[in-house]
């Protein structure tokens, strides 16, 4: 038996004491902590917050070895009751390690538990324990209770340390509701969140989210009878704060952190564009509770905690997961045609402005994410692609072709279904969707694969979407796209972000870092005073605008750039041109 206590210790230096005991360990035990958690590819090196660690064998202290950054050995004797002792510290308010203070607690046990190595298959026991300064709160987790008071206080249950560090815990005095969505409880916790917070809009609109995906996946309900999702029980934890975003999935709870102001309000009728993404987020992560949580990549039979573990079908597991998201809301009836398409739009255009589509292939985005999705800088867009951004393009690429190459009305949706048949909700490698493809629509899709996934042309977004019913109009771009420019603009000045590969200011010389000052001897505040001052209607000489002086700083010299006037592009605009063939897409 791997058994752990963990328990709040010092709110105030944000310090969880745990004591894990193995009962029976192994001659010169060795103990490891993650350096990674399932779902986010990096490497976050937990054991870093690691403190004041000893062994123990009764009341007898035994020597400990650290072998390298996250691993130790205990110089013991076949057989020994070992106890371990140490502290966490906890301020990361993130979704992925962990976090304390007076007011909340949150934890993934993988950031804070010990891998009894050999003992990885054993039952393992967590009991968190409430100190006297958390008296009041309360626990919510997805966690297998096994003596757990009312409150949430207690013993977990987890059937190896693969499911103990996929269930992570929230600890306060949160805010608590439930619903059911096809006979499957499901318990959603809000910390953080403002007086106006409307929970029953919100509730309301997961269950929707929730019984779209159920059916999705296992098919409609017969009249009462509950669909079989592969979980009887589920839990959002969702984290409110001032300014955050983004989730991280498990086998049956998801951790979320949104923006506070983006929760429905009680009152208010309107549909925020934040709550419309909150909601695409609570859909994604939900989603991938079939989608990455159990069918997985074959890379991903067996998890690896000590380093990195590669896989190229990220543009799967993640794009496809993203394509599903907003549609999700679509046929759940949160969204519109016009508005689904509004965000899809968003997607297509945020593609096309990223010159590193044509330099990198979504596969190989998926195999790099260790070391550069999760580590952006101003070079990102001129090198790599988003496996998100790309892989839902890449997903509506083949649920487009499925549909008009299929007089059966197949589509991704029977695909997704067949994999998970196919794979029986377990490991799946490209070679099964390949597969499934073709006995869907009786030929082989290994050409668009090679193109699409591990090529970087072109996706035939336009000619698919316009024979869906969906009319592209092309209007004129953005200042900052026209220059090839990514900026911020605050308090009257440009900083500039981005220098995009091959737009008219890397040609002038433009870099990351600069403060764009004045044109043509005019001072800017914003790209908008730039059609104010001779960028759009500038001196002409037999009809060709002349170049122009741009004023940066750049590590305190001012700097005079030769800018060319900048090409006329375009930006991508969706709109429903035969909503019969929209609606049989988008109302599947």
């Known amino acids: 038996m791997i058994s752990y206590r963990v328990a709040p210790a010092d709110l105030h230096a944000h310090l969880f004491a745990v004591t894990l005991s193995i009962s029976r360990a192994r001659a010169h035990q060795r103990v490891a902590l993650p350096v990674w958690i399932p779902g986010s590819y990096m490497v976050r090196e937990f054991s870093k917050h690691l403190q004041s660690l000893s062994a123990w064998q009764g009341k007898k202290r035994v020597a400990l070895t650290q072998l390298d950054k996250c691993s130790w050995q205990i110089d013991c004797a076949a057989g020994a009751a070992i106890e371990l002792r140490y502290e966490v510290y906890a301020f990361d308010n993130s979704v992925r390690t962990a976090f304390l203070d007076a007011q909340r607690g949150f934890f993934n046990p993988s950031s ?11 039952d ?24 757990v008071k009312k409150s949430g206080w207690g013993s977990y249950r987890a059937a190896g340390y693969d499911a103990l560090v996929d269930t992570p815990f929230e600890l306060g005095t949160f805010w608590s509701g439930e619903f059911t969505a096809a006979g499957v409880t499901h318990r959603f916790v809000v910390a953080g969140a403002a007086p106006s917070f409307d929970g029953e809009r919100l509730l309301a609109d997961a269950r929707k989210i929730c019984e779209t995906a159920i059916d999705f996946w296992h098919g409609p309900r017969a009249g009462k009878r509950a669909s079989k999702a592969p979980f009887d029980r589920y839990v959002f934890l ?13 086998g049956n709870s998801t951790a979320l952190i949104c923006n506070r102001k983006d929760l429905p309000r009680r009152g208010s009728e309107r549909q925020s564009e934040g709550y419309t993404t909150l909601k695409g987020l609570i859909s994604h992560e939900y989603f991938h509770a079939w989608n990455v949580k159990r069918l997985r990549p074959v890379d991903f039979t067996r998890y690896q905690y000590e380093g990195e573990q590669y896989t190229r079908l990220l543009w799967f597991f993640e794009g496809f997961t993203s394509y599903y998201d907003d549609l999700l809301l679509r046929r759940a009836g949160l969204l519109d045609d016009s508005a689904y398409l509004k965000l899809l739009n968003k997607s297509i255009n945020q593609a096309l402005q990223t010159p590193g589509r044509l330099i990198q292939s979504v596969a190989e985005a998926s195999f790099d994410a260790w070391i550069k999705y999760y580590r952006s800088d101003e070079n990102t867009p001129n090198a790599t692609v988003s496996y998100y951004t790309k892989g839902a393009l890449v997903a509506l690429c083949f649920d487009l072709s499925l549909r008009q190459a299929s007089s059966s009305g197949r589509s991704l949706d029977d695909a997704m279904r067949a994999l998970w048949r196919r794979c029986r909700g377990g490991p799946m490698a490209e070679a099964d969707f390949l597969a499934v493809l073709e006995e869907l629509s009786g030929r082989s899709f290994a050409p668009e694969l090679a193109a699409w996934v591990h090529g970087t042309t072109e996706l035939p977004l336009k000619s698919l979407l316009e024979a869906q019913g969906v009319r592209v109009h092309e209007d004129p771009a953005q200042m900052a796209h026209r220059l090839g ?36 001897g005019w001072r800017i505040g914003s790209l908008d005073d730039l059609s104010l001052h001779a960028l759009e209607h500038g001196p002409q000489v037999k009809r060709k605008p002349l170049p122009l002086e741009a004023l940066v700083a750049r590590d305190r010299r001012l700097l005079t750039l030769r800018l060319a006037p900048p090409p006329a592009l375009t930006t991508w605009r969706l709109a429903v041109q035969d909503a019969k063939q929209v609606g049989a897409w988008l109302g599947t």
């Open 485 to 520: 420019l990514r900026v911020s603009e605050t308090a009257g000045s440009v900083q500039v972000k981005v220098v995009l590969r091959g737009g008219a200011a890397e040609q002038a010389g433009f870099a990351a870092g600069d403060e764009w000052l004045a044109v043509n």
């Open 112 to 122: 804070m538990c010990l891998r009894v190595l050999g003992h990885e298959a054993a």
């Open 238 to 250: 969702l984290n409110a704060v001032h300014d955050g975003y983004g989730g991280l999935e498990h």
């Open 124 to 147: 393992h026991v967590l009991e968190l324990v409430a100190t006297k300064s958390v008296a009041a709160w309360a626990v919510a987790t997805g966690a297998e209770s096994l003596k």
